[in-house]
Every structure is written in structure tokens, then in C-alpha cells.
């Protein structure tokens, strides 16, 4: 009876609260810049320009631009910004496209190196190179050599070499 590969390894690490606190640090600060993104387009599709707060304004200005105003946090306001549901629509595009993206990575890496992966095994790549057909044909004489006589390259001299009729 053969055992799941899963039940023959043992991780001796255990799971601690660093790892998913750095996680959540990392989706709070890439939702805050996707807030104030969508606000950047807001206002650029509006035709006021790139608009980003500057300093202390990035995090002080958050609840102000959650609530659809354009300028909040700005140093310099421009004259004509985007109107509250336009800032509130690609706030949400841009979450949106972030919990996507975020999503795709979190499956990438955890079939990469998450604890379900397939351990110790070779990418196609190498398996090709010791396997496949290339090597196959590169060692023929090896493995078949009455199919693949050795071929000896001709010297241009006599060294006693007389080849086979």
C-alpha cells in the first residue's frame, strides 16, 4: 500500500500569526493606493489631470475620497474635478481589477509553493532534457548500437583503421 506524499513529509515550522498579518498589512496598503488610483482616473478621465496627494495626505484623505470627493488631500485642486459617482466608480474598478490580480497571484503562488504542491518533482523542461526525444537521439548509439553503429571520423592518415563492409 503506497502512502500520499503529503503524509510522508513532516514541516516542522509551525503556522504563526507573522504571515498572514504581513498579508493583510500588505492588501490594507495596496487598497489604500487603489483608492486614491481610481481617484487619479477619476479625475484624469474628468480632464483635470494626474492628481496624488502628497505626504500625510495619502492616508488622511481616505474616508474624504470614500465618500466621492475628488479633491481631498490635494495640494493643489485643480479647477474642474470629477464628480462624486465617477470617483466612486473607478474606486470600485480599480478594487475590482486589485482583488482580481491579488487573487491570480495568491493561486500562482500557492500552487508554486503553497503546502499542495508536488514536491521534488522536474519541470517539463528538465524532463525533457534527460527524457525526451533530443537526448534519445543524442545517445542512440548507446542505447541501440546494433540499430546505430559508432561512426568514427576519417583521420586522413593510416592509423590501421579499416571500416566495416
Known sequence: MTMPQADRRHDPYPFTWEVPVGILTIWLLLAGAGVHLGRAL??????????????RGLFRSLPQVLSG???AGLEHVPAATASSTCVIGWILTVELLLAVGLGVGAVIVLRRWGPGRMKGMASPAQAESIL???????VSQI???????PTIPPTGGHDGYHPRP
Open 132 to 138: 525526451g526525444v533530443t537526448r534519445l537521439r543524442k
Open 69 to 71: 470627493d475628488a479633491a
Open 143 to 149: 542505447i541501440r548500437p546494433d540499430l546505430y553503429p
Open 42 to 55: 477619476a479625475n484624469l478621465t474628468a480632464g483635470a489631470g494626474w492628481t496624488w496627494p502628497v505626504g
